[in-house]
């Protein structure tokens, strides 16, 4: 698992800590390891920085002046996106899929909307359930139209280049596992455009770790969920040179705790989101790691997880917080 091989563009802290999250683990009854992926750097960090080096690199190398990319309004991907673009002096075209239906101007104008327009991006919005990749080569014909030379970045940068930057985020995590004696029962993230699941599938398939992971559905139902990880991840093992590495098994998507749709919060992702707070003094964010985290409190409840060390992996995004201050604020108003 040569990763040299692949153009890359460092944009990432790494490593990032693998923590105890001890008085979470206590609550919980069960022995939780955060992989604080939300502590990765670029534009306040997240899962999509390891998954831009890799593609900023590819992107570079064919000498792209413009990223162009699509995401929900409160994308952390499109944030992430147009700061790295900042730091390469490139440009940034953004298309911003309306997809949960909010009106709030906190939803519409704060979080990381706020960010993007600050790191200089050019937006523009779709309605729910429009045809993103049409969106996506609309605007790239619109800057090759201008003279430009876009480079198109699909959602959550989630296809096999992408998912490079989580090959290594396992193969990185074994390596803090070893150094510090922990053998690892499961990993738990969110799951949702499907890149960082398929990622960590991959890589640990290569390098035969045998860690299973556990992906907390946050959009699609779970047969597709699954089909879209075991497609990517085998795209990704091939690309590594290894494209029987990954079987059916290995990916296991728990749809369950999706809720009423991607980017709607209900009250057990609040509860999710100030557990976590309250004992460890961890953010997450409403949309990803809020209801991958509320997936792990009602498994680990459930005894899903007895006996076991499971790693969660933060995957940031607590800049949309402030995108849903009204009906965080509702939760404090009513005394929570």
Wanted: glycine share 12%; charged share 25%.
């Amino acid at each position: 698992m040569h990763l040299a091989r692949f153009p890359r563009v460092r944009l990432a802290h790494l490593p990032t800590p693998l923590e105890p999250a001890l008085r979470l683990s206590e609550a919980l009854g069960l022995e939780i390891w955060i992989k604080r992926d939300d502590c990765t750097g670029l534009a306040g960090g997240g899962n999509k920085t390891r998954k831009l080096e890799f593609l900023l690199g590819d992107a570079m190398e064919q000498g792209t002046d413009t990223l162009v990319t699509q995401g929900a309004v409160q994308s952390n991907h499109v944030r992430q996106t147009a700061a790295a673009a900042a730091a390469h002096g490139l440009k940034c075209e953004i298309i911003l899929e309306e997809r949960t239906g909010s009106t709030a101007i906190d939803y519409t104008r704060n979080g990381n909307v706020l960010l993007d327009r600050l790191f200089g991006a050019t937006l523009r919005s779709v309605p729910g359930g429009s045809d993103m990749p049409a969106e996506l080569e609309k605007t790239a014909d619109e800057v090759r139209a201008r003279g430009g030379r876009p480079y198109v970045i699909p959602g959550g940068g989630s296809n096999a280049i992408g998912a490079l930057g989580y090959v290594d985020c396992a193969r990185e995590i074994v390596v803090q596992a070893d150094e510090l004696d922990m053998q690892i029962d499961r990993i738990v993230t969110a799951t949702g455009s499907a890149g960082t699941h398929a990622g960590l599938v991959a890589g640990l398939a290569v390098m035969g770790a045998d860690i299973p992971v556990l992906g907390i559905g946050v959009r699609a139902p779970k047969d597709k969920q699954e089909a879209n990880v075991l497609k990517l991840a085998r795209e990704t093992a091939a690309l590594l040179g290894r494209p029987d590495a990954v079987t059916d098994a290995m990916v296991v998507a728990d749809c369950d705790y999706v809720g009423a749709g991607y980017g709607l919060i209900d009250e057990a992702v609040i509860e999710a989101l100030k557990l976590a707070a309250r004992t460890d003094g961890i953010l997450l964010d409403p949309v990803y790691t809020g209801k991958a985290m509320k997936g792990l409190i009602a498994l680990a409840k459930s005894g899903r997880f007895e006996n076991e060390t499971i790693v969660f992996l933060h995957t940031g995004g607590a800049q949309g917080l402030f995108g849903y201050q009204g009906e965080l604020e509702a939760m404090f108003d009513a005394g929570g």
